[in-house]
């Protein structure tokens, strides 16, 4: 388990220019997806609008995650198209033989925006709760190039991963056991995590695991485990209209009941009232 540090300001600043150049959206990630750098908003009207839909939602995040995965596996620039027929691509940034991050650029049709075109992307959109003539509208509004000029983008981008590795604007690091109790805690707040666990991924015993986390924290490992939990079901009641009960599975709570109680105890309120008091 390792840690990144990252030069924040040139890397905003190359992929501004990149994206002044090519028109089109580029962020970075880490390798642990803790942290990211976008050279604008980090998705597009059409984007946002049919996000609003959980099942869609759903789509668009798992086409990005099947994106990391292939471009991990190969090790280079990987450019596809998701489930709607946008084009994307996204290149890893590998140092010794480690990925630390991701460069990503996309939400670009590769054919301008036609009636035809909309009425492809219409009927694959027919199941999802979404407004259709507000996502029409920002349809006519999407980015397009052609082919031959998106793959030039992302050799490009791909260019600007080397660009960052030479200059050194992302750095391997490393990290004390706090710190990778606090990454290990991040990268599994959808799952069931304990102490035991925990011990096992970062080799150490619990006993030491334990005493350190006290003498660093204040807290145990679940009450750690369970307030970073709950900041982040915070961000989900207040990013969408996810139900409590999906938010609660998410997070890997296998009792549907426990969650509310956590969530009251740590916050203050329930999450139906937290949710209508955020509005």
Known sequence: MYG??????????????????????IAFVTHDFTDSI??????????????????????????????????TAKGELYIYECHIGITEAVTPLIIENRILGYLMMGQTLNMPPTIELWQKICDTCNNYQVDLKALESAFYKMNHLEH????AAANIMEMCAK???????????DMSLIQKVKLYIDVNLENPINIAGASKELNVSISHLS????????????????????????????EGKTPVKDISAALGFSDQNYFPRVFKKTVGCSPIDYRKNYK
Not at 163 to 173: A, G, N, Q, R
Not at 211 to 238: D, N, V
């Open 211 to 238: 005493h350190a986390i006290k003498k660093e924290l204040g807290c145990s490992f679940i009450q750690y485990s369970l307030l970073q939990k709950m900041k982040k079901a915070q961000r989900m009641l207040e």
């Open 163 to 173: 660009y960052m590795h030479s200059f050194e604007l992302v750095k391997i690091h």
């Open 38 to 71: 976008n050279a604008e908003k980090e998705i597009c009207e059409f984007c946002e609008i049919l996000r609003q839909d959980e099942n869609a939602d759903k789509k668009c995040r798992n086409c990005d995650k099947i994106a990391y995965e292939t471009a």
């Open 148 to 151: 031959q000029k998106i793959y």
């Open 4 to 25: 990144v540090s990252l030069n924040k300001q040139k890397i905003e600043m190359l992929l501004k220019d990149f994206n002044s150049l090519t028109g089109i959206r």
